[in-house]
């Protein structure tokens, strides 16, 4: 283990400027537009009916305040900080060390509040748990200074329609750096939500990108057998970069991390890479972890039940048309109204 650690210490070395975890990966958004982003890196586990979701938000700079709207298949049991190298442990894996109309104008007697469910701080991040409509949740991250682009309604609706839970992260830069955190420090936040099979948000990563900008992401999903997964074939800047049994190794390092009991003693490894522009991603991923029949509604290859446009026929907005490949974790990053800086 030793060795091991100090092969990871150059692979976080290398990571500062290569594919390091950053902003729960997402797109950032400012407020003359899309940020650029570097590539993200996310971890998605199942293993006994939970699904264990593993991201970091990344301390770039700067002042003032970001957040991160991200879709949820549940309500999580538990929300808490995550291990010190699980994602870096994982690149190491499969990447050897090489010698619209903003909400703020909706009506307010129109549109109810979202539901709180749980409100959590882990360093400089303020986590909370929301259930509601697209609208409702719109309406929240409005009230909270959250800047929701044009296409924001569309897409929070797209999600709704399918799980109503929301995962909304506050991410204070000036915390960050009166805690003593360095530029390209992550926080890890770990997910525990118990669901019938994982679930990967993928669409959401193009929000408030124009449909030419790139979304560069590695996700990682470990589940018990090998996964069916939708959409299928790969295309579209998708690729798969593994599948296969996971080491042992692999296993017992993550389960000797921070919060990672629950890693079994053999499973599937998958991972994917994602090198699109942000118009192909109309899309999200579903997860079989039995091997067998993905949900297309899960996918967006198919409009929920009982969801119709005003034409009495299933959106265009909501099914996505393109047959794609395997999946990436994604999440909405907004730019929060920044405090003024003095000068």
């Known amino acids: 283990m030793r060795g091991f650690l100090a092969g990871l210490a150059a692979v976080a070395a290398a990571l ?7 902003a729960a990966c997402a797109g950032l958004i400012g407020p003359n537009g899309a940020v650029k982003l570097l590539r993200t890196t996310t971890f998605a586990g199942y293993h006994d009916g939970v699904e264990h979701y593993v991201t970091s938000f990344q301390f770039a700079g700067g002042s003032g305040q970001f957040g991160s709207l991200i879709p949820l298949p549940g309500i999580p049991d538990k929300v808490e900080k995550g291990g010190a190298w699980t994602l870096q442990r994982l690149i190491r ?116 990108k124009n449909a030419d900008d790139r979304v560069d992401a590695d996700v990682y999903l470990l589940t018990d057998q090998r996964p069916a997964l939708l959409p299928y074939p790969f295309a579209n800047g998708m690729r798969l970069d593994h599948s296969a049994t996971a080491t042992t190794s692999l296993l017992n390092d993550l389960r000797s991390d921070k919060g990672m009991g629950w890693i079994p003693q053999a499973g599937w490894l998958t991972k994917i890479a994602i090198d699109a522009s942000a118009s192909q991603l109309s899309y999200d991923l579903a997860v079989d972890a039995k091997g067998t029949s993905p949900s297309r509604v899960a996918a967006g290859l198919q409009a929920p039940a009982g969801v119709t446009s005003s034409s009495g026929q299933p959106s265009s907005d909501q099914i996505a048309l393109i047959g794609m490949a395997l999946a990436a974790l994604g999440a909405l990053v907004i730019l929060r109204k920044a405090r003024p800086v003095s000068v």
């Open 93 to 208: 894996e499969t990447n050897p060390i090489p010698v619209a109309a903003p909400f703020a104008a909706l009506a307010q007697d129109s549109v109810r509040s979202a539901q709180v469910i749980m409100e959590v701080r882990i360093d400089a991040l303020d986590i909370t748990v929301l259930k509601g409509g697209g609208a409702e949740v719109g309406q929240w991250a409005t009230e909270h200074g959250f800047r929701l682009p044009p296409a924001a309604p569309e897409v929070l609706d797209f999600y709704a329609n399918r799980s109503p839970i929301f995962l909304a992260a506050v991410f204070d830069a000036d915390a960050a750096k009166a805690r003593g955190q360095q530029i390209g420090d992550g926080t890890p936040v770990h997910v525990t939500i118990p669901t019938a099979n994982p679930w990967v948000p993928l669409r959401i990563l193009g929000l408030g």
């Open 16 to 22: 500062i400027v290569t594919a390091q975890p950053a």
